[in-house]
């Protein structure tokens, strides 16, 4: 007779119950699979096997459940550190008239990479890669006054390219998500002022995503703008390249340098720069009266009181590559056949493997009760694998390599008299076998880091 | 001297912050305006006059700060009640290959409402008004078992239609905010079971949404499929005509009924029918195996055991007009001049007034602490209107017309050495004066009407 898991109606997320439907190439092909070296990079497979990520057609993806519970608690971290330097959050339109492109001189010199289309109207339109002609001309639109000053304005959405060659997954795909912030400020000097505030909460967000980054002098592309920087996971598979000092943590991308020799020594302190690929995960612009003066975006009120002279707003433009970063941060740090989050962005952080229903009545720890207590130390963060029919150990190695950084495993010593659970956390190989009440004080005092 | 206000650091949301660039037209030029006329609709017209969407072109919006808040808000309720029933939320890329509309046939039938583009391989792609082609495509890539049912699958985003005419703002615009789920069954009983959860899931968010609506028997209209309800709400500017029963709610869409005299009896229970204009908000469609069928979506294991024979799925889709919906609630609700919201969607339920910084010495409650304690009430949904050179009757004005149901005012009286607040509902035509705490306590008393 077969025991059914007692526990399963009152626990909010089991595994039975989410889909994550894995492509696993056994162990014995994975060197060898053709597919996977046409895959390309290690986390665009790992994702894709694991059943977290789907290629729809070459260059765009699905978020599957996991994935997308990893991009909540992204966009939660950015939306948290944005919101303390007064940012406002808004939606625009993932499509443009192709005029304010031209008037911007951006539809020629974007050119290919631009997806463009026409409306019933014959009207040229561009599905938008960022929103700087639509931010610009929408301010510009109505009078602002210097007491508006400064205005944040920003939004996480989906962006489009027109990729001669989408690679590495969801690193560059045709379609992507970014978080772009546009500022608007009433001179030079509280440009400058956003423009280190917003650097500062860059800093923040990156940090408490917990991937090591390095910020580096940037390339200003064809946004154009004045000063740039960007923000890079080191990582081989990286399209730029990064001059850096690990001393006083000054950096410079490489486009930067005409003669790529350049000196060795860091101008900042003196020591040996480095030199490593990185994979550009957010970038800063200070824009200056580039986009302003084209599209009219003034304000008044600069001599005092509340009507005056009309003048130019100076601008700053922010990205953070947010469907990139997912990828990414899994690209470093996993290993060839195990994914690893940051803690900061696992899909959840803990997971509960029970034994494989049995002919022997259940006799450990009350699941439901465990259930209920670990998740009152990480709220909605936990999973529970539940699935009647595969043993614990089997459960043990898909939810390793899924990349749930805590691992709670009811064994057989939890069918012990006095009952113990099995504490995993395999990136810091921690092996841990107490009595429940221990269990979870011990979790208890780990929580933090997993709390976003 | 002028006093500067000292609340003004610890209270999160201030209307001196918030971007609201209004286009008020004077009152005397309200009704011969031909501005107005071309908007076409009373909430297109109000909410971009009161700077909470802004056209950017024909047909295309953006959603400003308080009208991103009333998202969130009506986000959340979907999700909440969707996840009640296992539904499991994700992102679709907004772009499909055309061929899977090809082989689904609807490349034909959509026609020139379909927004199609070359990508840089000479493919031809289409932005997505719906997303079935995807999902059915993505799901028949799985071997998928018995034990993995019903699967549930939703995602809210911005959906494409190439429209001839867009009309009245975000109610009929080319780009748009659709909720869609889709579901997977292993049979016809097992598809209904879920239509029927779904249904009664549906009821709940328009229930909690709180605008009057009504659900009628639908049309199929290019979807395809075997049964289809509607939710609509009844409006004059609705595109829809709907016979309905007030007795015992059965309806339906008029589009239907090839002989529109046809009975003017209901046919559940005999009383007369009505007939009114609905804008539709949302639809439930079953789909029997149209779609799994041409994209093989599969699952194994009817027979008992994890193998055997394959067998197709039964679908359903689902859809919710999420930006409509913020649209049309306003549609009904508002008068000419006044902005209404239902109670669970305003941008913020509670807005507080403070007097004019003058040269008087400020003697009432203390407004940072007001803040705080009424914050505590409506969690992250408090702004306090602190802007100093407007006096508290033109900030009544503001935010009586752009909608905040709940008007907290510190006017003369709160001067008084016993103070007095003033609490105005305007849509309940309810102004009270109170002490603070008194005021508190009925704010509290009346809470539970606005959290969501």
Known sequence: MRLTAPWRARCRFKTSQMYQPKELIPFTELKSSKKIEELTSRSSRLLIEYGIVKPTSPGYFALLPLAFRSLIKLNKIIDDELEQINCQKIQLPHV??????????????????????????????????????????????????????????????????????????????????????????????????????????????????????????????????????????????????????????????????????????CPGCGEKLKISKGIEVGHTFLLGQKYSKIFGAQFTGAGGGGGGKAETLEMGCYGIGVSRILAAAVEVLSTETEIRWPSSLSPFSVCILTQKTGTKAYTGVDVDNLYEKINNIFPNDVILDDREKLSVGKKQYEADRTGYPILVLLGRKNMNPDPLIEIHIPSENISLELRPQDGLDYLKSISAKYLI
């Open 96 to 265: 443009s008239p192709a005029n304010i492109w031209n008037k911007s001189g951006r539809l020629k010199s974007v050119g290919t990479e631009l997806v463009k289309f026409k409306d019933r109207q014959d009207k040229e339109m561009v599905l938008c890669p960022t929103h700087e002609e639509c931010i610009t001309s929408l301010v510009g639109g109505y009078n602002l006054s210097i007491r508006d000053l400064p205005l944040r304005l920003y939004q996480t959405g989906s962006k489009f390219r027109a990729e001669m060659k989408p690679r590495f997954g969801l690193i560059r795909s045709n379609e992507f998500i970014m978080k772009d912030l546009y500022t608007f400020d009433k001179g030079c000097e509280a440009a400058l002022q956003t423009y280190q505030e917003v650097s500062d909460a860059y800093n923040k967000i990156f940090t408490r995503i917990g991937v090591p980054y390095q910020r580096v002098e940037g390339d200003n592309g064809n946004i154009g703008g004045t000063s740039s920087h960007e923000f890079h996971y080191p990582a081989g598979i990286g399209q730029d390249e990064l001059l850096w000092c690990s001393a006083c943590k000054w950096g410079k991308n490489i486009e930067l340098n005409n003669d790529k020799q350049g000196s060795d020594e």
